[in-house]
């Protein structure tokens, strides 16, 4: 085929990463063949992760679901037979008429998560149809539920650190993240800041690629962040490293924290989080002395109990150590908060008052004996049974005989061979979206760069024709790509914005690109100012704002835990993994169970168990086990994975899951 045949088409990656890349797609003969960079966003500069390389493999892969169809064999066999969309549709429309009538529609869960979806793929007509039925509400908790309460007690919707800046920093902490493989266009920034003398701090339990580049990297056991942030400000507080000024002017609720912060010495904090005291203490003077100081919280700090507290107690340093207000120097957390789009306009019908389901114990919802009981589950934008707490419940919900699950999904996920209908939606590649960036200060639109594939729809399409099959849609509201999106950027404050889009397919916020904290935005709380100890928070937290829960189980002595990889953005694209992934374990741990790579092993609690092969790891810390986030039935020995293993309590804040707080047994098989 000779080059002129190919076509270079501009797209933009909605899935769940910080950067958002701008894209090139290459088309031939109506196929994409080749997705790369382009420089469209600055800050992706051109260069995309391996993973969104691949993703032809899943637009055209064996696992894609090419037509609409229905069960014919067991509950989760995975067999269906092909019917047409009106067919399938007019199931759907049936059912969900029948399960109102009898029960109500608070027996209908729509289950999803807009993760890797954009503006329109994710709460426009999917919201208007489940809020018009009275269908039950979700709390979209599984991920940063926690640190966006943590993050509104304290600051209101202040946006961070732009990407940009951290060349400026003379320190940089990265708290509970891996940008080398969640968010990749962060590291050329960190590099050429401490190419130009910066210091770089990792608190993480694993010696991640930028912990093996750091000046101190402390590895505290999951769970205990909350203590040695803590004990960092009762440093800061003791050696008169606190910005009296800046605390004076602009920070509520001072003497309280302080009294709060009190009880954690740098002592109890180390043996607490079985780090070396004078780890701590480094961090604390690397901290005090530097300026501009930035640090780069992630979302793994808020997978255990106290997750919440931590974050918190992490975004509070730089109020009191004063490292506002200049280029390079606050914090980082989500940039979303950059942006004032409201979504909302598009659904076209309030949120009803009807029961609000928290989607980390769907397991315990499908099976627990309620009024109405769930007896219709509408899961898309989501794979539930590869990513929930408590997996084996979950699975035992799907298997219910008398519950109708439909799916809309990409390709044939662990959740979507329990349907009862299979819907096929198209990628992003195949519909128009609309996507902010969360890392990058960015919001980008792009057009279908090929038709859909097979028989695939886009999930607005499919909800609006649902809507009118149920008879609830009303005359002249927004259905296609155009209007949803003309009416999420109908407000006076996003005119600018819509502007921008139509004239160059991105837009910076108002508040400009690379905003300074202090200086170009400012905390949205209702004094402006930022509150250390807020009333909600501190209502909330079991035991109080910054209250540390201890371990409540110790007959397992491991920590597991289910990182993000490079291979996969949580379950989507797990599916090109093709080998069974292993454990990994310290080899002192390893030893001491008589366990070498390669073995057969067994990893155990009370909840179930996973069978698959072990490898040693020196780059754990002791007593941390490791099984990657986002795994496949396929991945195991067993069909188990980390999951299986995750209680569903609560984090201290905001409802989110407490993935980190799974302890294990790990046995040679």
Request: with cysteine.
């Amino acid at each position: 085929m000779s080059t002129e045949a190919f076509q270079i088409l501009q797209s933009v990656c909605p899935l769940d990463c910080p950067d958002t890349c701008s894209l090139d797609v290459k088309v031939a003969d109506g196929r994409v063949v080749a997705i790369d960079g382009n420089h469209r966003n600055a800050v992706t500069a051109g260069y995309i992760c391996g993973k969104v390389r691949r993703f032809p493999e899943h637009v055209y892969g064996t696992d894609r679901v090419l037509y609409p169809a229905v069960r014919s064999g067991k509950k989760g066999s995975g067999t269906f037979r092909r019917v047409s969309w009106d067919e399938a549709l007019a199931l759907v429309v049936e059912r969900v008429r029948d399960v109102k009538r009898r029960l109500g529609g608070e027996a209908i869960l729509p289950f999803s998560y807009g993760g890797s979806n954009g503006y329109l793929t994710q709460g426009t007509t999917d919201a208007r149809l489940f809020h018009r039925l009275g269908a039950s509400r979700l709390a979209h908790t599984v991920c940063a539920a926690p640190s966006s309460t943590a993050v509104r007690g304290l600051y209101g919707r202040m946006p961070g650190v732009a990407f940009e800046d951290y060349p400026a920093a003379r320190l940089i902490v990265i708290w509970g993240c891996n940008p080398s493989a969640t968010g990749i266009h962060l590291v050329p920034y960190i590099r050429r800041a401490q190419r130009a003398g910066a210091k770089l701090v990792v608190v993480d339990p694993r010696r991640t690629p930028l912990a093996r580049l750091a000046d101190l990297h402390m590895a505290p056991l999951p769970g205990t962040d909350l203590p040695v942030a803590l004990a960092v400000h009762r440093w800061l507080f003791e050696h008169g490293a606190t910005d009296k000024a800046f605390l004076e002017e602009h920070v509520a609720g001072v003497e309280e924290f302080r009294r709060r912060v009190e009880a954690w010495t740098i002592d109890r904090a180390a043996s607490t989080a079985r780090v070396k005291p004078d780890e701590i203490e480094q961090l604390a003077r690397m901290y005090a002395e530097s300026s501009p100081a930035v640090i780069r919280c992630g979302w793994g700090v808020e997978r255990n109990r106290n997750g919440g507290s931590a974050v918190a107690a992490i975004l509070a340093l730089p109020a009191v150590a004063g490292k506002f207000g200049v280029r390079g120097g606050g914090f980082t957390m989500s940039n979303s908060m950059a942006w004032d789009l409201d979504a909302t306009r598009a659904a076209c019908e309030p949120e009803p008052a009807t029961r609000l389901i928290n989607m980390n114990r769907l397991g315990q919802a499908l099976v627990d004996e309620r009024e109405p009981p769930i007896a219709l589950l509408f899961v898309y934008n989501a794979n539930p049974l590869a990513t929930l707490p408590r997996q084996g419940l979950v699975r035992a919900g799907l298997a219910r005989e008398d519950l109708f699950t439909i799916d809309f999904e990409q390709v044939l996920t662990d959740t979507a061979r329990w349907a009862d209908v299979l819907l096929p939606a198209t990628t992003f590649l195949e519909h128009t979206e609309l996507r902010k960036a969360y890392g990058a200060m960015l919001v980008q639109s792009a057009r279908p760069v090929i038709a859909p594939v097979g028989e695939a729809r886009p999930n607005y399409a499919v909800y609006a024709e649902l809507c009118r099959r149920l008879v609830l849609s009303h005359p002249g509201e927004p259905e296609g790509p155009e209007e949803l999106a003309d009416a999420i950027l109908s407000g006076d404050s996003s005119r600018p914005i819509a502007a921008s889009l139509r004239d160059s397919g991105t837009a910076a916020p108002l508040c400009g690109a690379r905003p300074v904290q202090f200086v170009d935005v400012l905390p949205r709380t209702s004094d402006g100012k930022v509150h250390l100890v807020p009333s909600a928070l501190d209502a909330e937290a079991p035991l109080g704002l910054y209250g540390y829960q201890h371990e409540a189980d110790d007959r397992y002595t491991l920590a597991l835990i289910s990182p993000a990889t490079s291979r996969s953005i949580s379950s989507s694209l797990a599916q090109l993994i093709a080998e069974q992934v292993a454990v990994e374990i310290h080899p002192d741990d390893a030893a001491a169970r008589g366990i070498a790579t390669g073995d057969a092993v067994r990893v155990f609690n009370e909840l179930g168990q996973l069978h698959t092969r072990a490898e040693l790891n020196d780059q754990l810390r002791h007593g941390v086990a490791v099984v990657p986030k986002g795994l496949w039935s396929r991945h195991t020995a067993d069909g188990n994975t980390a999951n299986s293993l995750v209680p569903d309590t609560f984090t201290d804040l905001g409802g989110g899951a407490c993935f980190n707080d799974a302890r294990v047994e790990i046995e040679r098989i």
